[in-house]
């Protein structure tokens, strides 16, 4: 395996469905420990790109490589590298929360999978809540099982495709939080939302996937130079709905 | 950070257990599976035996005994759209994703669903049986003969199983996967296993007498009967086992494609 600082590579990525091409000419690159955000509207393209590199879609042309590992020749050393994190909640729902972590922690052969089921529980807030079938939770409890499954075995890089959509503001902020730690841990994330605000939030790099093509690819500040310079304008600042809910939550909140 | 040790490739009996396990939790946290899967054979059973059976010769003094296989037959078919119904409901909930993108073996996936369909019909069938023990069920058959019948139902329902595989997978709903097991409960109708084909028209005769559960249902008869199954024995064999080739060559072929 080659030692270098970048964690995925992508060049001239190219997918069609039924001739309608989806990708065209996709080029960027994801550097090792960073927060990457593919940041596009609905049918840009993202979750195809998600796919193709967590080997679930082979790509028409081009080439992609995660950690290393051919996405399209070798996807076994590509699965051993990465945990993905689809749109929707990946859980299963007959399961109980920790039997649905012992399940992802036996499939991966980790040692004491009880244990890691119960750290996990811990971390994640859902110590109490571990012993009920997964039909009784929330949105935001879901989505929070389902990327403690993902990081079961802590994988090298972690993808997370579109992680707050249809996530209430508590539980979208609860999931930047966590965005946050595993880039603290050194965890490469590679994060695709619609929302310019996450990708702003969270992100190292962001690239701006359009109708297939990526249409711009820097830090915030590169991006933001791209545009005429920010002028001044004194408004009153009135505080927004979502500050207002957040507030009245956080005072009913005993956690 | 971590990657995963390259042991994976080692461990596919592992793998596949845990996904039995998996799935065998959500049978028995859901045991109207098992009640559905009984309750309609078991009512067939008694209709037929209490209510037509009175009407019907079948050159036997005990239609339990005639009846069975069929019956048998029919809970096998109902199993299989649960089968399906569960795989559907993975590829749709996003699970079958993660799975996919995890370093198991992609067999596993499947075996664990196959396996747990052989066990919960295996279940059902024994719930079946004791039925018609209580309503006078009888055979004369010995350990051999009763292994050969367990060994046909168990070819029969993983060949139909392939089929559940190939339904699960291609669906667009959940009522789409369970709907291709009615033609397979409808077939021992039109076939030796309530009544004797002699009696049918020309052309229904034809059919009945040359499609897979007739001489599936004669093998069972006659080895539940304590007989020599003669040569059906050997096309219910081959009929099984070509389904079984056919579907299971099948589903890859669609478990493939939809990976590319």
Same mark, same amino acid.
């Given at each position: 395996?080659?030692?270098?600082?970048?964690?995925?590579?992508?060049?001239?990525?190219?997918?069609?469905?039924?001739?309608?091409?989806?990708?065209?000419?996709?080029?960027?690159?994801?550097?090792?420990?960073?927060?990457?955000?593919?940041?596009?509207?609905?049918?840009?393209?993202?979750?195809?790109?998600?796919?193709?590199?967590?080997?679930?879609?082979?790509?028409?042309?081009?080439?992609?490589?995660?950690?290393?590992?051919?996405?399209?020749?070798?996807?076994?050393?590509?699965?051993?590298?990465?945990?993905?994190?689809?749109?929707?909640?990946?859980?299963?729902?007959?399961?109980?929360?920790?039997?649905?972590?012992?399940?992802?922690?036996?499939?991966?052969?980790?040692?004491?999978?009880?244990?890691?089921?119960?750290?996990?529980?811990?971390?994640?807030?859902?110590?109490?809540?571990?012993?009920?079938?997964?039909?009784?939770?929330?949105?935001?409890?879901?989505?929070?099982?389902?990327?403690?499954?993902?990081?079961?075995?802590?994988?090298?890089?972690?993808?997370?495709?579109?992680?707050?959509?249809?996530?209430?503001?508590?539980?979208?902020?609860?999931?930047?939080?966590?965005?946050?730690?595993?880039?603290?841990?050194?965890?490469?994330?590679?994060?695709?939302?619609?929302?310019?605000?996450?990708?702003?939030?969270?992100?190292?790099?962001?690239?701006?996937?359009?109708?297939?093509?990526?249409?711009?690819?820097?830090?915030?500040?590169?991006?933001?130079?791209?545009?005429?310079?920010?002028?001044?304008?004194?408004?009153?600042?009135?505080?927004?709905?979502?500050?207002?809910?957040?507030?009245?939550?956080?005072?009913?909140?005993?956690? | 950070?971590?990657?995963?040790?390259?042991?994976?490739?080692?461990?596919?009996f592992?793998?596949v257990s845990?996904m039995l396990?998996?799935s065998m939790?959500?049978i028995?946290?859901?045991?109207?599976?098992?009640?559905?899967v009984?309750?309609?054979?078991?009512?067939?059973?008694?209709?037929?035996?209490?209510?037509?059976?009175?009407?019907?010769?079948?050159?036997?003094?005990?239609?339990?005994?005639?009846?069975?296989p069929?019956?048998l037959l029919i809970a096998i078919g109902t199993g299989m759209s649960y089968t399906a119904?569960r795989l &559907?409901?993975?590829?749709?909930?996003?699970? +079958?994703?993660?799975?996919? %993108? !995890? $370093?198991?073996?992609?067999s596993s996936l499947l075996w664990g669903h196959v396996l747990t369909s052989l066990v919960s019909n295996a279940i059902s069938l024994i719930?079946?049986?004791?039925?018609?023990?209580?309503?006078?069920?009888?055979?004369?058959?010995?350990?051999?003969?009763?292994l050969a019948v367990v060994g046909i139902l168990a070819l029969f329902t993983l060949s139909l199983t392939w089929i559940a595989v190939i339904a699960g997978l291609?669906?667009?709903?959940?009522?789409?996967?369970?709907?291709f097991s009615?033609?397979i409960i &409808?077939l021992?109708?039109?076939?030796?296993? +309530?009544?004797?084909?002699? %009696? !049918? $028209?020309?052309?229904?005769?034809?059919?009945?007498?040359?499609?897979p559960v007739?001489s599936i249902?004669?093998t069972i008869?006659?080895?539940?009967?304590?007989?020599?199954?003669?040569?059906?024995i050997?096309t219910a064999l081959a009929w099984c086992l070509g389904i079984l080739v056919v579907a299971y060559w099948l589903a890859m072929?669609v478990y493939?494609?939809?990976?590319?």
């Amino acid at each position: 395996m080659p030692k270098n600082e970048t964690a995925i590579t992508v060049k001239g990525l190219r997918k069609s469905y039924r001739n309608v091409p989806v990708l065209q000419e996709v080029d960027f690159e994801v550097e090792k420990g960073t927060v990457f955000a593919l940041l596009g509207a609905n049918g840009a393209g993202k979750t195809t790109i998600v796919k193709i590199l967590a080997t679930l879609l082979k790509p028409d042309g081009g080439s992609a490589f995660v950690n290393g590992f051919d996405a399209a020749l070798q996807p076994d050393g590509v699965r051993r590298s990465i945990s993905l994190t689809g749109q929707f909640a990946a859980v299963d729902e007959v399961l109980t929360g920790r039997e649905n972590l012992i399940l992802i922690a036996k499939l991966r052969h980790l040692d004491n999978p009880r244990a890691i089921a119960d750290d996990l529980l811990n971390a994640f807030g859902l110590t109490e809540a571990g012993g009920r079938r997964v039909s009784t939770y929330s949105g935001g409890m879901r989505r929070r099982l389902d990327i403690a499954m993902s990081l079961t075995g802590s994988p090298a890089i972690v993808f997370l495709d579109e992680p707050t959509t249809g996530l209430d503001p508590e539980a979208r902020l609860e999931v930047w939080k966590l965005v946050k730690q595993l880039a603290e841990s050194g965890t490469t994330v590679f994060l695709t939302t619609q929302y310019l605000e996450e990708a702003e939030q969270l992100a190292d790099r962001i690239a701006i996937l359009h109708q297939g093509r990526i249409i711009a690819d820097g830090t915030l500040t590169q991006l933001k130079s791209l545009f005429p310079p920010a002028k001044v304008e004194y408004i009153e600042k009135q505080p927004t709905l979502e500050d207002i809910f957040l507030s009245v939550i956080a005072q009913k909140e005993e956690r | 950070m971590n990657i995963q040790p390259e042991n994976a490739k080692n461990r596919p009996f592992f793998d596949v257990s845990t996904m039995l396990g998996r799935s065998m939790r959500h049978i028995f946290r859901s045991l109207d599976t098992i009640i559905t899967v009984t309750i309609m054979p078991i009512a067939f059973m008694l209709l037929f035996v209490y209510v037509f059976g009175g009407a019907i010769r079948t050159g036997t003094d005990n239609y339990v005994n005639y009846l069975l296989p069929g019956i048998l037959l029919i809970a096998i078919g109902t199993g299989m759209s649960y089968t399906a119904a569960r795989l &559907f409901a993975d590829k749709q909930g996003g699970l +079958f994703e993660r799975f996919r %993108s !995890m $370093p198991i073996a992609p067999s596993s996936l499947l075996w664990g669903h196959v396996l747990t369909s052989l066990v919960s019909n295996a279940i059902s069938l024994i719930v079946i049986l004791l039925a018609a023990l209580l309503i006078g069920f009888r055979s004369p058959a010995g350990l051999l003969a009763w292994l050969a019948v367990v060994g046909i139902l168990a070819l029969f329902t993983l060949s139909l199983t392939w089929i559940a595989v190939i339904a699960g997978l291609s669906a667009n709903s959940i009522d789409g996967a369970a709907a291709f097991s009615y033609p397979i409960i &409808f077939l021992p109708f039109i076939s030796s296993a +309530f009544v004797p084909t002699a %009696s !049918m $028209p020309g052309p229904v005769r034809a059919f009945a007498e040359n499609q897979p559960v007739t001489s599936i249902v004669e093998t069972i008869r006659a080895l539940l009967a304590g007989q020599p199954a003669g040569t059906e024995i050997w096309t219910a064999l081959a009929w099984c086992l070509g389904i079984l080739v056919v579907a299971y060559w099948l589903a890859m072929r669609v478990y493939k494609r939809q990976t590319a």
